[in-house]
């Protein structure tokens, strides 16, 4: 069983709609990662977050630390938000990271 | 700054073959850390290095080895070559050990054994 889960693998939206990715894990972590992969492949970092939510344009990350649950939200959704969305969880300096779900934003 | 910079870009071995891949950072990041990514697996951490002359095994450490003579430079090397190996591969740094700071990532390093 993979210590990270997210949900759901793909999704397809319209132009407009509110998003929602999740990611659980099951191992005791201080901190949550959100990356964001681009079709061409290069990964960047969205959020770290240890509690509460983050707010970056249209994009909020929220974690519940005691539920080992957190949300990435996408409001407004664009097409150029159609990537792959990773969540990672570090522990004792190595990191876990989900499968990843891949969005595609249809105008 | 360059931030994480990885080459080669494409690599195409045969079995058995050696090659080093290469990882700098410009940023004075104490953490760096090798990757590979495959279909419907997600990342999968290789080696990690918490510092110069520190290196420590990941996940999924066999057939690869790795090095921290510097601050800088973290390679990647494949000793002999096999077809499981055929992946795409990530080295990303992050300014302290332990989690609590953002990963730079970089650009990857698509590699086919055949």
């Not at chain 1, 659980?24 to 949550?32: D, E, F, K, Q, T």
Request: proline content about 5%; some cysteine; overall charge neutral.
């Amino acid at each position: 069983k993979n210590e990270v889960e997210q949900s759901p693998q793909n999704l397809t939206a319209q132009e407009g709609e509110f998003i929602t990715i999740n990611c659980s894990y099951s191992v005791g972590i201080s901190a949550l990662h959100w990356l964001q992969q681009h079709p061409g492949g290069g990964i960047v970092s969205l959020f770290m977050l240890s509690s509460g939510k983050k707010k970056h344009g249209r994009l909020i990350a929220t974690i519940n630390i005691q539920e080992k649950h957190s949300s990435l939200h996408i409001t407004a959704s664009h097409p150029r938000d159609s990537a792959v969305y990773i969540c990672a969880a570090p522990r004792n300096n190595q990191f876990y990271f989900g499968t990843g779900t891949s969005l595609t934003v249809i105008p | 700054n360059a931030g994480v910079t990885q080459t080669p870009k494409f690599q195409v071995l045969k079995t058995g073959q050696s090659m080093t891949l290469q990882c700098a950072q410009d940023m004075n990041h104490e953490y760096m850390s090798w990757y590979r990514q495959d279909p419907g697996m997600g990342l999968r951490l290789i080696h990690y290095s918490v510092g110069a002359g520190i290196t420590d095994q990941g996940e999924v450490p066999n057939g690869y080895n790795v090095s921290r003579s510097t601050t800088e430079d973290f390679p990647l090397r494949l000793l002999s070559a096999a077809p499981s190996q055929t992946s795409v591969y990530f080295c990303a740094s992050s300014p302290f050990q332990g989690g609590s700071e953002k990963l730079f990532f970089g650009s990857g390093t698509q590699l086919s054994v055949l």
